[in-house]
């Protein structure tokens, strides 16, 4: 059975930063691309960033390019978003998600259950 | 950017109803597109991919169609499992982008 579970989340001042991490279970994880979706309360999905197979490549959504990096541990099946020079509008709950294809589709067929980030003085 | 807008924004049926969820791209995709449902407290669920293609596991009553910029999720008989929100998501271009949601309810 194919499993994601986040963590890390949590209440983190505007500024500050965090690391959410991702385990993965049930499949290969270094054939597939991985990414970061994000919900904020009352709002829709938004993408936040994709790694490829390797971690030599990565994508980003506008709004967090520069500020949130995409890594991946092959050896420890793990992911990590890291979050940087956060403001209250990154409060969300922040999804791993497993690329459909190995060689990068950009479609997620799996998805963990989320974790939140509370960014608030 | 490509802009993805979903209509209507919520859809109220009864079960045994056929439900039709648009999603109209701002320009040309091809079949670049996805359609997820998202229950409260649940993992966001791939129902189709490459815009008709149906995933695994996913109930027959759930289809996909459409190419260029519009694109349609049909639920050929409304469940009140299926009571949840709905989104379309293009891979054609970098970022990725959603749709703003269709919310389907119980009448």
């Known amino acids: 059975e194919v499993q994601l579970v986040e963590s890390g989340g949590g209440v983190v001042r505007p500024g500050g930063s965090l690391r959410l991490a991702c385990t993965v279970s049930?499949?290969?994880?270094?054939?597939?691309?991985m990414h970061w979706f994000r919900q904020a309360p009352g709002k829709g999905l938004e993408w936040v960033a994709v790694?490829?197979?390797?971690?030599?490549?990565?994508k980003y959504g506008d709004s967090v390019k520069g500020r949130f990096t995409i890594s991946r541990d092959n050896t420890r099946k793990s992911l990590y978003l890291h979050l940087k020079s956060l403001a209250p509008e990154d409060t969300a709950f922040y999804y791993c998600a497993k690329d459909i294809l190995g060689s990068g589709w950009y479609f997620a067929d799996f998805w963990g259950q989320g974790t939140l980030v509370l960014v608030s003085s | 950017e490509i802009v993805l807008t979903q209509s209507p924004g919520t859809l109220s049926l009864s079960p045994g109803e056929r439900a039709t969820l648009s999603c109209r791209a701002s320009q040309r995709m091809i079949n670049s597109v996805a359609w997820y449902q998202l229950k409260p407290g649940q993992a966001p669920r791939l129902l189709i991919y490459d815009a008709s293609n149906r995933a695994a596991g996913i109930p027959a009553r759930f289809s996909g169609s459409g190419s260029g910029t519009d694109f349609t999720l049909t639920i050929s008989s409304l469940e009140t499992e299926d009571v949840a929100v709905y989104y379309c998501q293009q891979r054609f271009n970098w970022p990725l982008t959603f749709g703003g949601g269709t919310k389907v309810e119980i009448k």
């Open positions: 790694i490829s197979r390797d971690g030599s490549s990565t």
């Open positions: 049930g499949f290969t994880f270094d054939d597939y691309p």
